[in-house]
């Protein structure tokens, strides 16, 4: 079907500014399909149905507006955390500031390197949990970083990890256009957690396909950057086997535009999916979670709990969905988004979508927004807390349970340092 | 300690009266009770004392040791040393008991220029108090009043007060849903706290608590005033005849009830 007009002329404008990478028979075969994939579903449009929210328009553009870098002195996050750190400069590897990788225990290369290998593991996972994820939910931006993705790494643990791999995402040019494609292989039994943090490009387009054994777990943790001014389009694309688990925790507090899916398929028996979010938005911050799990395995479990707080007209959107299909029984399944708004200007919108083929489950799901409550507010400064002290403690427990979902404590309490220095930065404002 | 004139009260919101002039006074380390029936205001002068909003104060005055109170914020009357247990204490999801503890005696400690409480003494000061109450570590742990039974409330809001160290204490029906044993507990923890520098004020429905708490002045209100004041014998009448007869004097002499 030939698509809109204005559709097909953005699609072409993009794909103009864009230069394919060079690599083996294997990468080519995958960048040349999801090619086809672009241009076959057109860049996003305002019209589609799941970006009536967000706006995609600085997504697609041929060039990134230009992001302002963030000039603070701050302590890194997770740098008390022992990892080996994966530096990314503008979307481009730089191996002089990153550690050793050989010291995460597991298999670690460049995409670069790997593209030209005549014979590669990641043959069977680059590009290809993304074209699966491709239905019945497009999901252009991320076709297009299959095709055009630069750099990243190939991750493949066959036991567990020794620590965690952290990707560290610097932004240094206010006009950089930076497209990573990771892939992720966590073998049979094996265990790997991966951090990710930093503003990492004025535009960032990046995916993340993860494959999890049987057996095998995956931890993923990411911040999502100070710059303010920056845009990110990610997707995470996650098949998971029997007795496996997954558990991905995002926070974000900043960016005028982020746009966040997760494509979660449990396709093994007893294995266990979560997903949280906790962010908080201020002024022309947008941001927007948009997730699809399938249940297409017995007595699975999945989770999905996204928090926001939203404050000075910031947006924040929600489209989750679960769907059980029919052989997918004893599935447990649960989703909440909730939304704190402390003023009337900010805005939040919730899509929450349930679909159901078999018949012996459990699902759940809930979507709230509400101001702060009033009588815990003042029960709160009745023991003397001051008004800001209170507000912000009734901010932190309402994200509370989404960084319940970081089991590492020591990530979780990083994590929670820093999204009380966003709330302490603003009371001083 | 405190001194409330000519309190008068009405809604924000609505063109309500609630209190019509309220006169009290309460002296260093004495106990006063206030009993009255539902709805004459108690509450609302409780809530009134520590600055809660959608209330506004249309005359009189409410002195702490000379400080206008209803000039501060909430918290500046917390850490000026009013407290106030609630009659609902309220359920704070996500926020733990201890955390909360800590954060709001560091804070008051803050306010009045005193140096903030160690980690390792807080924790020692909070376990003493609780073991008085038989408040368990669990509910220690758990967040503020979340699952807490309506006596549990009750003897947190206690535990509260006995680590913040307040002068002035408000307890707004504080006996209300505790069994038998719950109320000897909560009484053994005011009677504890008792002494020259600190005063009480008890809002009581039930002569009982009054038989372990003994109150040196007992106060009738009804229908925003105070219309009888006396001693404990007072507490007593009010057990046996009910409010009735004290109620009836008082349309006697005139008064609009
Ligand atoms: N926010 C409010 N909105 C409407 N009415 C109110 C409000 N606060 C108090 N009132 C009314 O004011 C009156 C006094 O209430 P208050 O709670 O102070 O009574 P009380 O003496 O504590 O009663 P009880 O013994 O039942 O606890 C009642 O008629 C109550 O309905
Ligand atoms: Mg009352």
Same mark, same amino acid.
């Given at each position: ?48 149905? *799941? ?96 095709? #055009? ?99 991905? #925790? ?83 399944? *649960? ?13 939040? *919108? ?28 003042? *029960? ?17 427990? #309402? ?16 994590? $929670? ?9 603003? $009371?001083?404002? | 300690?405190?001194?409330?004139? +000519? ?49 506004? !104060? ?36 996500? !926020? ?48 503020? +009043? ?70 040196? !002045? ?22 046996? +005849? ?13 008064? !609009?009830?």
């Amino acid at each position: 079907m030939a698509l809109p007009q204005a559709k097909q002329d953005t699609t072409e404008a993009r794909l103009a500014a864009l230069t394919r990478p060079e690599g083996a028979a294997w990468a080519s075969t995958a960048r040349d399909a999801a090619l086809a994939r672009v241009r076959e579903m057109g860049l996003p449009h305002r019209r589609d149905e *799941y970006w009536k929210y967000t706006r995609p328009d600085g997504l697609t553009a041929p060039e990134p507006a230009p992001a302002a870098l963030f000039s603070g002195d701050e302590q890194p996050l997770f740098s008390e955390i022992d990892r080996v750190r994966l530096v990314f400069v503008d979307g481009v590897f730089d191996p002089d500031r990153s550690d050793d990788p050989t010291l995460a225990g597991v298999e670690i290369e460049r995409l670069q390197d790997a593209s030209r290998a005549d014979i590669h593991w990641a043959k069977e996972v680059y590009g290809v949990l993304e074209a699966r994820g491709q239905v019945p939910v497009q999901r252009p931006l991320a076709a297009l970083n299959t095709a #055009f993705a630069t750099d990243g790494v190939l991750i493949r643990a066959t036991g567990k990890a020794e620590r965690p791999v952290s990707l560290i995402y610097l932004h240094e040019s206010e006009t950089s256009d930076a497209i990573l494609h990771h892939v992720v292989k966590v073998e049979p039994g094996a265990e790997l957690t991966l951090l990710e943090n930093g503003p990492a490009a004025a535009r960032f387009n990046k995916v993340l396909e993860v494959e999890v054994a049987d057996g095998a777990a995956f931890h993923h943790v990411r911040a999502q950057g100070r710059d303010h001014e920056r845009q990110a389009v990610t997707h995470t694309f996650a098949r998971l086997g029997r007795e496996s688990t997954f558990k991905s #925790f995002t926070m974000t507090a900043n960016g005028v535009m982020t746009r966040n899916e997760s494509v979660i398929e449990l396709t093994g028996d007893d294995a266990t999916a979560h997903v949280a979010g906790a962010c908080m938005g201020d002024g022309d911050f947008h941001h927007d979670d948009t997730v699809f799990v399938t249940h297409d395995a017995v007595n699975c479990e999945s989770r999905q709990v996204f928090k926001k707080v939203l404050r000075n007209g910031a947006t924040g959107v929600f489209q989750g969905k679960i769907l059980v299909k029919p052989e997918a029984q004893r599935t447990d399944g *649960y989703q909440i988004s909730q939304s704190l708004l402390l003023d009337e200007d900010s805005q939040f *919108y919730a899509k929450p979508e349930l679909e159901i083929y078999a018949d012996d489950v459990q699902c759940s799901h809930g979507s709230t927004s509400g101001a702060i409550d009033e009588t815990a507010l003042f *029960y709160l400064r009745s023991r003397g807390l001051p008004e800001s002290e209170a507000q912000d403690l009734l901010v932190l427990a #309402f994200l509370a349970e989404a960084i319940e979902e970081i089991d590492d404590p020591a990530i979780a309490e990083d994590i $929670r340092v820093r999204l009380e220095a966003w709330l302490a930065r603003r $009371r001083k404002d | 300690m405190l001194e409330i004139k +000519n309190l008068h009260v009405k809604l924000e919101e609505e063109d309500k009266q609630i209190l019509k002039g309220v006169d009290l006074s309460v002296g260093a380390g004495e106990v006063h009770a206030i009993m009255g029936p539902n709805g004459s205001g108690k509450s609302t002068l409780s809530y009134v004392m520590s600055g809660r909003d959608g209330y506004e !104060v249309t005359d009189g005055s409410i002195a702490l040791d000379g400080a206008d109170m209803l000039e501060m914020e909430p918290e500046e009357r917390a850490a000026a040393g009013l407290f106030l247990a609630f009659q609902y204490p309220v359920e704070i999801p996500g !926020v733990g008991n201890m955390t909360f503890l800590r954060t709001a005696l560091n804070a008051q400690r803050k306010a009045r220029g005193q140096e903030e409480i160690s980690a390792a003494d807080f924790l020692k000061l909070i376990r003493e108090r609780a073991k008085e109450l038989k408040i368990g570590s669990e509910m220690l742990k758990r967040p503020v +009043n979340v699952g807490f039974s309506g006596g549990e409330k009750k003897r947190n809001e206690i535990l509260q007060m006995a680590v913040l160290e307040p002068k002035m204490c408000v307890l707004d029906e504080t006996d209300s849903g505790l069994d038998v044993d719950a109320m000897k507990l909560v009484a053994d923890g005011v009677n504890a706290l008792r002494s020259e520098g600190r005063s009480f004020l008890v809002i009581t429905h039930y002569q009982r608590l009054l038989n372990h708490i003994v109150p040196d !002045v007992v106060h009738i209100m009804a229908n925003g005033k105070i219309v009888k004041t006396g001693g404990k014998e007072l507490a007593m009448e009010v057990e046996e +005849n009910g409010y009735s007869d004290i109620l009836d004097a008082q349309n006697e002499t005139g008064e !609009v009830v």
